[in-house]
């Protein structure tokens, strides 16, 4: 093999790796921005189950008071 065949290929293998290192890095970006929505959307709904949880914590507290106080 000629030595200018070589060197093609070598610059061909080494523009590859960075094409796909390129690539790779926009995929894990994208990814790692949809994964961290989905762990928003679950925090934000976990947080909002708690929220409900405690008013209905407060509402079963104000109806003893109110059994109680009858």
Known sequence: ESKT???NEK?????NEE???EANKEANKEANKEANK?????EK?????EEKREVEVKNAKV???K???S
Do not use: F, M, R
């Not at 610059?11 to 523009?15: M, T, V």
């Not at 989905?38 to 679950?42: G, P, R, S």
């Open 63 to 65: 109806e003893v008071n």
């Open 11 to 15: 610059a061909n293998e080494k523009a």
């Open 5 to 7: 065949k070589k060197a």
């Open 38 to 42: 989905e762990a928003n959307e679950k």
């Open 45 to 49: 709904k976990e947080e909002e189950n």
């Open 67 to 69: 059994d109680t106080n």
């Open 19 to 21: 094409a796909n290192k």
